[in-house]
């Protein structure tokens, strides 16, 4: 096998920067905070973190409204706050990938503040301005993915905007060579200084159809995507990735292809049809190194439906192209919620055990729930559209002790941004550290075996057909050392014969318990998760 680059064979980890370590006693995270509990990640076996943004911003969408893309917010720290802990990172082996917003800035970015202020002011196209229709209405159909029309009607000079989210974040015009090369600017601003790739937020927005057609009328959620309420009415067709998005992105790779040693670019690209999705690694690989595999958030929990989505993603993907598996982040419900304890154990497994790059989601290493915010405490601004699609949730902070305000902060609880989950006193890192078959010492087995063996984090893939009823089953192998990985989805004990388990040696169980191996049969409980060491 040739020589793999780091983004290859990393774990990566996400931060929500407002939730990790608050440093100031303000009840927020900030980059401080992260600096100094970098220990905990590299203990924790982590290998890269990625940083959602921290970014001067008015907070309309929590930091995704960005008013300028080369600063840091005062409530997060300095630029000199970042700088250290890059610095900090990189002295202790970790990677640093920032979080860049291209499809839209803040309406208080000045950018902005000046394309607004008149029809000919020469950052007027800077942002997607259109007439009304001669009745006055928006110039198409479009929505706004956190609810209600995608236009904004601008009263000084007599034109509608594009907003595809709130409207205070006006969506940027690609099309535009200046915009191009301004953000190109942005990205060489932070590659400067040392980062080590970046998370594109909705990689696939950026360009929409020219002629700004109406999207058709879609009856119906077709169940790919959680629920979104107004907005699935739609098919999403001309609102985002139209096809000049790839050499968009084939111009970003080689603004990054310049730079040595290489960086990574991660997508947040929700797409569900795999051809159109696989495209954005680019026609020779020259686009993004992942683009974002979303497929198993949505996926029903079942064996044959996971076995289908990676069997799907490894036939789709192109020779050299790496694949990269995603199950939590700060827009979806929290794992351990969605699944329920014992599955969120046997998902950790699955995720750390298949071909490609996984991304973990802070505090999911705890098995933290979601957390039920009462209606007038939601903060998130979809939630103040629609309350039941709020993303609060998952975004509470990191619980590192069981004190009052979990470690997270010095200020009292009651002044945290977010509350903490009802069962803090148990579920947080020094309580679980404690016991040896929690769930925090489930993932640092599971971490550390991955890092210790080629045929985990490079080896190829293959499934393993298998006669037990809901169970998943694949071999990992890389030269002579072979794995097989045994996954039970269903509700029932389970006996799984094959021959592979013949004189195997078991490594790892979900439940961190030593498993029965009699023969080429080995016994599975509910929900149990086995990583096996076959002998060769
Ligand atoms: C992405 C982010 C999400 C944000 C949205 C708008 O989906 O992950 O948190 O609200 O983009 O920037």
């Not at 329920?340 to 055990?353: F, K, S, Y």
């Not at 006669?467 to 006996?495: I, S, T």
């Not at 961190?512 to 998760?529: F, K, T």
């Amino acid at each position: 096998m040739s020589e793999l680059e780091w983004w290859q064979t990393a774990v990566i980890y996400q931060i929500y920067p407002r939730s990790f370590q608050d440093s100031t006693s303000d009840g927020i995270g900030d980059l401080p905070g992260i600096t100094r509990r970098l220990d905990y990640l590299v203990d924790l076996g982590i290998d890269a973190i990625w940083i959602s943004p921290f970014y001067p911003s008015p907070m309309a969408d929590f930091g995704y409204d960005v008013a300028d893309y080369t600063d840091v917010d005062p409530i997060f720290g300095t630029l000199t706050d970042f700088d250290e802990l890059l610095a900090t990172a990189h002295h202790l082996g970790l990677k640093v990938i920032i979080d860049i917003v291209p499809n839209h800035t803040s309406d208080q970015h000045r950018w902005f503040l000046e394309s607004r202020s008149s029809r000919d002011n020469p950052k007027r196209d800077w942002y997607v301005w259109r007439d009304p229709m001669p009745d006055g209405s928006p110039p198409n159909n479009w929505l706004s993915a956190f609810g209600g029309g995608a236009w904004e009607w601008d009263e000084t000079t007599g034109q509608f905007y594009l907003h595809t989210f709130v409207r205070e974040q006006p969506d940027l015009n690609w099309r535009n060579p200046d915009v191009v090369e301004a953000m190109h600017d942005v990205y060489r601003f932070w590659l400067d200084r040392g980062v080590d790739g970046f998370r594109i937020d909705v990689a696939h927005r950026i360009m929409k159809d020219p002629d700004l057609r109406d999207n058709p009328p879609k009856p119906g959620a077709d169940g790919t995507f959680k629920s979104m309420g107004a907005y699935e009415t739609q098919h999403h067709i001309h609102d985002m990735g139209h096809p000049d998005v790839h050499d968009a992105y084939r111009d970003l790779r080689a603004v990054l292809d310049s730079y040595d040693p290489p960086r990574v670019t991660i997508g947040e690209v929700h797409i569900f049809d795999w051809d159109e999705w696989v495209r954005y690694y680019g026609a020779d690989l020259d686009g993004m190194h992942l683009p974002g595999n979303f497929t198993l958030l949505y996926v029903p929990w079942d064996a044959g439906a996971v076995r289908t989505r990676v069997d799907e993603l490894e036939g789709i993907l192109p020779d050299g192209a790496w694949p990269n598996y995603v199950l939590g982040n700060h827009d979806e419900p929290r794992l351990a919620t969605r699944f329920g304890p014992e599955r969120a154990r046997l998902a950790a497994m699955l995720l750390l055990t298949l071909r490609g790059t996984p991304t973990l989601y802070y505090g999911d290493e705890l098995g933290m729930t979601e957390v039920t915010i009462a209606p007038e405490d939601q903060q998130d601004p979809w939630a103040l559209r629609e309350p039941e699609l709020g993303r609060d949730g998952c975004r509470t902070p990191m619980q590192w002790d069981a004190s009052g305000s979990a470690g997270f902060s010095d200020a009292d609880r009651a002044s945290l941004w977010l509350p903490l989950t009802p069962d803090q006193a148990t579920v947080n890192v020094k309580v679980l550290d404690q016991s040896p078959t929690s769930i925090l010492t489930l993932y640092r087995r599971l971490l550390a075996l991955r890092r210790g063996m080629s045929a985990l984090h490079q080896g190829t893939y293959s499934p393993i057909e298998s006669a037990a009823d809901g169970v998943f089953a694949f071999e990992r192998a890389e030269g002579a050392q072979q794995v097989c990985v045994v996954l039970n989805f269903g509700d029932q004990a389970v006996r799984f014969v094959h021959e592979c388990v013949v004189g195997a040696e078991p490594l790892l169980s979900t439940t961190l318990r030593r498993p029965n191996i009699d023969g080429a049969a080995v016994e599975l409980a509910a929900n149990e998760g086995l990583i096996l060491r076959l002998s060769t």
